[in-house]
């Protein structure tokens, strides 16, 4: 017997395909993703404006199935963190962070990840696979049957989704893209493009690939205002460095309205590490051409890594330094620590395998 389809994989567009490859109208499609993204309805049967003897055929041929919750965890915040099993003995992360105009949910992309930057909780635990797009839209999904769809709802459906769970989203990218056109879809999640984030290690050639193909917000993750430091911080910076990283941004804001012109740079601050006055400055300097805002994220703690997170004044000195040069700049509140939710605390349950997928598809870029 052949695998089901899973509806779960497929883009809109591959959605609209298959229901041409079945003889129907490509408005099935439409139906088909409101039923799922917006009544949160798996079961064929239960999808009443389609017709009978097609909601058989499908029953047959196709499935919609999201990975399961294995746990759920609730920080004392009000951030709740779910693993998911994805098979294979491995666990991927999602954390729902509830604000009172928003609920922001933060995805994972891939098992662990690659990219494995000095100070990272989920580079640390190795890498294993690229997800596939059931497996990330699969996490939207599973936290809406928490929440709440956008159709069948008394509370506060997902408003935002940032990829920056486990995994560097620009590594998976055929995946990361169709994830996108569902969460943008308005027969799907309907998200404004504005509250869809991909947050990158600065994947240069990747950057420029998507520009004016994808409007979604976009986040730089820098870290360093130099090449030497970012080399050892953020070692994808050895093959992309900085220079190239900020002129594929630029070119990336010039085709996108989702970000208003201006990029977010996530800047972690790292005690003793790059925190200092000078370093502020010179972050100032490498700024000052490129539209942005940045936002400080104070080091979250974890048992792989020696660094510490900067005294309170320490921050607030970097932060008024830049605040001086003119930028817009936000700290960002450290939500759900007490659970290992906050950024970079990832580490589902990775089985490290450190090669194969991301380094075939980063090769071939
Ligand atoms: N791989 C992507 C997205 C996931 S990481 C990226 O790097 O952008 C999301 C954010 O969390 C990144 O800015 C990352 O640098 C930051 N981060 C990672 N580990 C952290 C830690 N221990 N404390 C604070 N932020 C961390
Ligand atoms: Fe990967 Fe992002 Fe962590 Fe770096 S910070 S190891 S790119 S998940």
């Not at 994972?108 to 059931?134: D, E, I, Y």
């Not at 942005?292 to 900067?310: A, M, Q, T, V």
Request: proline share 4%.
């Amino acid at each position: 017997m052949t695998a089901k389809l899973n509806l779960l994989d497929l883009s809109p567009q591959d959605m609209a395909d298959f229901c041409v490859s079945l003889g129907e109208k490509p408005f099935r499609a439409q139906q088909l993703l409101k039923w799922i993204y917006q009544y949160g309805v798996t079961n064929f049967e239960d999808m009443t404006n389609i017709k009978r003897d097609l909601r058989e055929r499908l029953s047959e041929i196709a499935e919609i199935r999201a990975p399961e919750i294995v746990t759920e965890q609730k920080s004392s915040d009000g951030t709740t963190k779910w693993a998911l099993d994805i098979g294979d003995g491995q666990l991927v992360e999602t954390v729902l962070i509830p604000e009172d105009d928003r609920n922001t949910l933060c995805i994972s992309t891939q098992v662990g990840c690659p990219v494995k930057c000095a100070f990272c909780r989920t580079g640390a635990s190795g890498f294993n696979r690229n997800l596939k797009v059931h497996e990330i839209i699969g996490q939207v999904f599973r936290a809406a049957t928490r929440v709440g769809f956008s159709e069948n709802n008394e509370q506060k459906p997902i408003s935002n989704v940032v990829m920056m769970g486990m995994g560097e989203p620009l590594l998976n990218l055929t995946n990361v893209l169709k994830t996108t056109e569902i969460l943008l879809s308005d027969y799907a999640f309907a998200l404004s493009k504005r509250r869809v984030t991909i947050s990158t290690s600065g994947v240069a050639p990747v950057i420029d690939k998507i520009a004016g193909k994808v409007d979604v917000a976009l986040a730089l993750s820098l870290h360093a205002a130099n090449d030497k430091l970012r080399d050892i911080l953020v070692p994808i910076n050895k093959k992309y460095p900085i220079a190239d990283v900020l002129s594929s941004v630029k070119h990336y804001l010039d085709k996108s309205n989702a970000n208003c012109g201006r990029v977010t740079i996530e800047y972690v601050l790292l005690a003793g590490v790059n925190d200092s006055v000078d370093d502020a400055y010179e972050l100032c300097r490498l700024l000052s051409h490129t539209p942005c805002k940045i936002n400080l994220i104070p080091f979250n703690p974890h048992e792989s890594s020696d660094f510490k997170r900067p005294s309170a004044k320490a921050i607030e000195r970097f932060q008024q330094i830049l605040i001086e040069k003119g930028f817009t700049v936000l700290k960002r509140s450290t939500r759900g620590d007490d659970i290992a939710a906050a950024c970079g605390q990832l580490a589902g349950q990775v089985k490290d395998r450190m090669q194969k997928a991301a380094t075939i598809e980063s090769k071939t870029i």
